[in-house]
């Protein structure tokens, strides 16, 4: 071999590479999936708290309940949006080493193609703006419930168990419904 040639790794090395970025990449969508549950099982914690010590259950405290359900699930899509926007660009970090890295262990020096980082941009815009529907379709949900339960169509406690049946979080990532 010359001085100034780069070392051969094997097809092993780059396997190996590419597999330890996968698992980083698993990793963080699982993270993203263990945010959101915690984000959410806070918002439940909150808003049944709420629920439960709302003043008397009459239908002039309706407005002042879905009032606090509504800056809840608003702190809950600021949370997640920036939460999933660091989790988004991590992952894209991950996949520019995943072209960068297993070339360099297998001793090859490519000038990788590089993504546009508009392209991360744009991506953390849609889910945002995903995140900020689901936000509203759950809120809205639930304050109809809040709603029904006022006006005598169910008990506060049924209310609590609809509600929690709509937000979704479990501690348990295989029963997540949300």
């Known amino acids: ?4 040639e780069p070392r051969r790794g094997s097809k092993g090395d780059y396997i190996k590479t590419l597999d330890a970025i996968a698992r980083q ?3 963080l969508e699982n993270e993203a999936v263990r945010r ?11 808003i049944n708290q709420r629920v439960l010590t709302a003043d008397g259950w009459r239908l002039s405290n309706l407005e002042n309940l879905q009032r606090q359900v509504n800056d809840i699930m608003e702190r809950f899509r600021r949370q997640y949006t920036d939460t999933f926007s660091e989790i988004q660009t991590s992952a894209y ?5 995943a072209v960068d890295e ?3 262990v297998s001793g090859l020096r490519l000038d990788p193609a590089r993504l546009n980082p508009l392209v991360v941009t744009t991506l953390q815009g849609f889910s945002a703006d995903l995140i900020t529907k689901i936000s509203e379709d759950v809120r ?3 304050n109809g419930t809040l709603a029904q339960s006022m006006l005598g169509l169910m008990s506060p406690f049924e209310a609590q168990k609809r509600i929690k049946d ?3 979080a479990s501690d348990k990532l295989s029963e997540l419904t949300g």
């Open 166 to 168: 709509i937000v979704g």
């Open 102 to 104: 297993p070339l360099r």
């Open 140 to 142: 809205t949900t639930i």
């Open 93 to 97: 970090h991950l996949g520019t080493q």
């Open 36 to 46: 959101a549950v915690r984000l959410l099982q806070d918002a439940l914690r909150e």
């Open 25 to 27: 990449a698993n990793h």
């Open 1 to 4: 071999q010359m001085a100034d």
